[in-house]
């Protein structure tokens, strides 16, 4: 793609400089007489959108860096003073948090949309990956940066992840102090992360520039998914690419500052506003929005799977996630790049879509949510007016042994008249049988729509029926229940059969749809023409 | 036709031009407008500034004793002067000085108004290179003297021999009271 | 073909019926545990609301008599209350006719220049009513002394376990970014005041708006315990709609600057859009793409 320098220096200095140190010939060749494909859409303006949030990053981080104090009585103080008392501050601390998200939103979208045209395949492996790369240092980022406030969040978000680490057979302990410098999260963390949370930016921007060297090298990809065939299908990147990666990034800033202006905390949790307390944890404890399906898939695991326990399966599940992108480009055996020729993979697609929004439902919500139910909560109650209670003792020879011997003694004791029967059992082997004789009995049932409503009912009827029934039973029956955990079960699986199975093998089986020759040339009429 | 062409197309540059230069300009100016903020958050914030004066209860200053306070993170000494200081302060005001000044002038309030000729409000720092001047200790004429590179001044704080190029500068104070002052 | 066109058709099916559920769980999630607080039309509630001043003063004497018994802010200081955009910024007015200089607070509607905080009377007034502990200069033993602008609000205990000591283990939280470390902002904080229905249990309170629905905090406001000098209704309600307002205002005392700017970028932001939309579609003139 690169091919030969078009450069041509125009004065006596820049000659000069082009002898000593090629500068503005490699800017020239990356950033103007780069040839851009002509049919990119507005997907493709996100890579811009994704550098200016770098920089804004920086810059804001930077500043914050100049106010911040990285001590476990002074942080949140410092960022309040920020706030209230540096000139802009009000402003330029928003930014940053603000930031952070629109980072999310904008490197989601830039993921999606290389999903979706293929630009993972050959000869893009090394471009995705390094793409692969930066969101994992993006994640790690935000993770550290959320800490340093040193609010409710900050601090017990640090607890949960760095206790991930935990669940590592043999040296996760060990790991995890290590991480944390001490047994729990405090000032050494703090400083460690506040000088990592300085650090990883940096990386990020070293990556990035390898990243866009990648996309040099191999050339962008384009809506058909079809290659660039000769110069008349590209056009050079400025001003062309420029000006509509400027328009893009101009409405991305405007949805950035409404955000800043007018809902600064809309993206925050209220809890990082309370200062870190080590002895009480929050009622509810989530990460930052964009870490939320992956929240999810560590939480649907509540199972143990063989010899790996459920909390090390959520945690080898959630890097999984992650780790199943570097291997993308291997597991998508399809030919053809674009979905758009792909018509029963969009569809699995637009699903991946819809399930990855829901897994970030998920992890924002209590795990134990019941989402649907077969029938109500219900509990049969009985209980006899009037008669007598007999009693009589269970002595079992074992421990195993003694349903055994109390259905004996409760046999016993219908023999002799007892109409309702039930067992108290006081300790391994003994225990007793208490029945009623005579008197009339009464059942009743009570339905709720959830299982504190049941007991409620429960508690009436109780009162209402008081002493004069010694003897009251109750069946509680819970209906089969789908919670929030069981849908992200299902999410989970199918984030993973995407990956594992659905693109694998609908690569080799699908018939694709007709795809052109060049680019230029579109397939169905308006169809590629309309992309831009 | 030739040149119905060339002045559509002449007219086709203008509004090009006028397009990029209009848009080039408002990035430019939101660019610059942008800058401002980033610069000025480095610019003393306003707990700093709101600490910026300081106010001084005269009353626990005995006769012939001095305080030294903080104003701005930089020391100031309040004097309370013994008759003899200010007499011998007076009594130079005519001598030969390397910075003249008449006693009463180093007592002025920063309202413009008299100030007292028994406290004296001078900054602590010595005009030559900062350090902060010793009482009597060492110096000929019975003020301050500065142990880095021998600065001595009088009991009215002016220079009188050494290499200061500079009385030491009152600082801005003003009486909100017979016994309180109000620095800065 | 027809069979392969099913498939589609049963995959897009589905992903529409996942999208109604999100709905559907959305709904549900609407209708939580705890009361729901109760929308009150706060003047700063819209984009280009601002601050009631004159509520966000009678808020702070509500703070003052009432809620600084327990709760210390310790992110303000007295001359935040007179800085530009606080409740007691003062402003040097010249009479037209007599030509006098008089200070109001308050911006006015032209003219008039701001007050520097160390300068404003009130703030000088509210501070100097404050006993604060610092350290005496001559004799280094920490000393009581009429507070400064520049002080820090008094907070009525030295440490958390002296308030927790003092509220039979509660511990009363820090005020000054109350109403956004909460969830539900100052319509939370406003229910809350007033969700009190005089049961108890043991020695909580029952409140239905607070989280569980048992509060520490006995009910704190009663009417006529705050004298009102602008003729504002003595209420309960009343009280806690301004001391609310305050405590929104502490919490984000930037929020007028900070919505005038917004509006300022985002028509400077729209134009620019409009400019560059042009310059592109400049630029591809008859390319075909």
């Known amino acids: 793609m690169s091919g030969p320098s078009t450069y041509e220096p125009a004065s006596g200095f820049t000659r000069w400089l082009d002898k000593r140190l090629p500068i503005l010939r490699l800017a020239h060749d990356s950033f103007v007489a780069y040839p851009t494909p002509r049919n990119l859409n507005y997907w493709w303006t996100f890579g811009a959108m994704l550098s200016l949030c770098l920089v804004v990053q920086i810059v804001t981080g930077v500043v914050l860096a100049m106010h911040y104090v990285p001590h476990v009585e002074h942080a949140m103080d410092s960022v309040q003073r920020f706030r209230r008392d540096v000139p802009f501050g009000w402003l330029i601390q928003p930014m940053h948090a603000v930031g952070a998200s629109m980072f999310f939103i904008a490197v989601y979208i830039h993921m999606f949309r290389g999903l979706y045209y293929g630009s993972y395949k050959a000869p893009r492996e090394i471009l995705w990956i390094l793409g692969c790369v930066i969101y994992l240092l993006m994640v790690a980022t935000a993770f550290l940066g959320y800490t340093l406030p040193w609010g409710q969040m900050s601090f017990w978000g640090a607890t949960v992840i760095t206790n991930l680490l935990g669940a590592l057979p043999l040296v996760g302990e060990s790991i995890k102090n290590w991480l944390m410098g001490g047994f729990a999260i405090d000032q050494p963390t703090l400083n460690r992360f506040f000088s990592l949370h300085y650090l990883l930016p940096f990386v990020i921007a070293g990556v990035t520039v390898l990243h866009v060297w990648a996309l040099h090298e191999a050339g962008q990809n384009n809506p058909t998914g079809v290659d660039v065939k000769s110069k008349a299908d590209t056009v050079p990147f400025t001003p062309h690419a420029t000006m509509k990666d400027l328009f893009a990034v101009s409405l991305f800033l405007i949805l950035f500052s409404v955000f800043v202006f007018y809902m600064p905390d809309a993206l925050g949790h209220a809890d990082n506003y309370i200062p870190a307390n080590p002895l009480q944890t929050p009622p509810e404890i989530v990460p930052e929005w964009y870490l939320l399906p992956f929240y999810a898939i560590l939480r649907a695991f509540d199972f143990n799977i063989g010899p790996i326990d459920s909390k090390l399966a959520g945690v080898l599940a959630m890097f999984a996630a992650i780790g199943i992108l570097f291997l993308l480009p291997w597991l998508d055996t399809s030919r053809v790049r674009s979905m758009r020729y792909r018509p029963i993979a969009r569809q699995f697609f637009l699903i991946f879509v819809v399930v990855c929004v829901v897994l970030g439902w998920c992890g924002g919500q209590n795990p134990g949510r019941i989402l649907a139910k077969a029938g109500p909560f219900s509990a049969t109650l009985t209980w006899v007016q009037g008669g007598q209670v007999v009693e009589a003792p269970v002595s079992a020879s074992s421990e195993g042994g003694f349903d055994q011997a109390a259905a004996a003694v409760e046999q016993q004791l219908r023999g002799q008249g007892a109409t309702l029967t039930a067992v108290r059992r006081e300790g391994a082997t003994q225990g007793v049988v208490r029945g009623v004789v005579g008197g009339a009995e009464q059942t009743r049932t009570v339905r709720g729509e959830t299982a504190d409503a049941v007991e409620a009912e429960i508690t009436t009827v109780r009162a209402e029926v008081g002493a004069a029934a010694p003897f009251f039973i109750v069946e509680r029956r819970v209906p089969p229940t789908f919670t929030v955990t069981n849908l992200s079960q299902v999410m989970t699986a199918y984030y993973f059969l995407f990956f594992l199975l659905i693109l694998p093998i609908l690569g080799l089986r699908e018939t694709p749809g007709r795809v052109p020759d060049t680019i230029a040339k579109p397939v169905t009429d308006g169809k590629a023409q309309g992309a831009a | 036709m030739a040149e119905a062409a060339s002045g559509a197309h002449e007219d086709e540059t203008t509004r090009r031009d006028f397009i990029f230069i209009a848009a080039g300009a408002a990035a430019a100016v939101g660019a610059a407008a942008t800058v401002w903020p980033f610069i000025d958050q480095m610019n003393p914030a306003a707990d700093t500034l709101a600490l910026s004066t300081t106010e001084v209860d005269l009353s626990v200053v005995e006769l012939g004793q001095q305080v030294r306070v903080l104003w701005q993170g930089k020391p100031v000494f309040v004097r309370h002067r013994t008759p003899a200081e200010i007499a011998s302060a007076q009594r130079d005001d005519y001598a030969t000085l390397k910075d003249p000044q008449l006693d009463s002038q180093r007592l002025l309030q920063s309202n413009g108004q008299a100030g007292r000729p028994e406290w004296l409000v001078l900054q602590a720092s010595c005009t030559h290179l900062g350090c902060v001047p010793t009482f009597v200790e060492g110096s000929a004429f019975g003020g301050w003297f500065c142990p880095c590179h021998g600065s001595d001044y009088d009991t009215s704080g002016r220079i009188r021999r050494g290499p200061a190029p500079h009385n030491l500068y009152v600082a801005p104070y003003v009486y909100m009271n017979d016994t309180t002052i109000r620095i800065g | ?289």
């Open chain 3, 1 to 289: 073909m027809a069979k392969r066109k099913g498939l589609p058709k049963m995959l897009r099916a589905l992903s529409a019926a996942a999208i109604a559920a999100i709905a559907v769980a959305g709904v549900a999630l609407a209708a939580g545990a705890a009361h729901h607080p109760e929308d009150h039309p706060f003047s700063f509630d819209s984009p280009v609301g601002n601050y009631d001043m004159g509520q966000v003063q009678r808020g702070f004497q509500v703070y003052q008599q009432v809620c600084a018994a327990c709760h210390g802010m310790d992110n303000l200081a007295y001359r935040h209350l007179g800085e530009e955009g606080g409740p007691f910024a003062a402003y040097r007015v010249r009479d037209h006719e007599t030509g006098e200089m008089t200070m109001q607070i308050g911006r006015p509607a032209h003219g008039g220049s701001f007050v520097a905080v160390t300068d404003n009377p009130w703030v000088r007034a509210i501070a100097s009513e404050a006993t604060i502990t610092d350290i005496d200069p001559n004799s280094g033993q920490p000393a009581d002394r009429p507070g400064r602008p520049s002080d820090h609000f008094r907070n009525p205990f030295p440490n958390e376990i002296a308030a927790r000591a003092s509220n039979g283990g509660a511990h009363p939280p820090d005020l000054s970014s109350i109403t956004l470390a909460r969830h539900g902002g100052a319509d939370y904080i406003r229910s809350l005041l007033l969700g009190y229905d005089g049961e108890m249990q043991g020695t909580l309170y029952h409140n239905p708006y607070f989280p569980g629905g048992y509060i520490a905090m006995p009910p704190p406001l009663n009417p006529d315990v705050v004298l009102y000098t602008d003729g504002s209704p003595t209420t309960v309600e009343q009280y806690a709609t301004d001391v609310t307002a305050f405590l929104q205002w502490a919490a984000d005392p930037h929020m007028e600057q900070r919505k005038r700017t917004g509006l300022v970028v985002l028509g400077f932001l729209l134009a620019l859009s409009a400019l560059l939309y042009l310059a592109y579609k400049q630029v591809w003139r008859g390319e075909s793409h």
